[in-house]
């Protein structure tokens, strides 16, 4: 994994958030940013529980598609968000 992007997976096991940070150096300043771009795997990249997955289908049911528009962090993805975006600021 390069110095400057993360991934972190989502506990709902369909997506990943990709952080990427990136410094350009223009004639008269420099920009520093933070690229966050959200994947779906499409499939589950590890095979939930069953109970897991009984939940979901009935969330799916009354509500449609789940988790399309966010990200469920536990606390360690959350913490090596944080840690990655400490420090990136801090440079």
Known sequence: MEENKIFIECDCHTHVLKVE???ENSL????????IALFNYGN???KPSLWWRIKYVFKHILKGNLYSDQIILNKEEATKL???LKIKLNK
């Open 82 to 84: 944080y840690d990655f």
């Open 21 to 23: 940070y990136d410094k």
């Open 44 to 46: 589950h990249s590890e």
């Open 28 to 35: 008269m300043e420099t920009y520093e940013m933070f690229e």
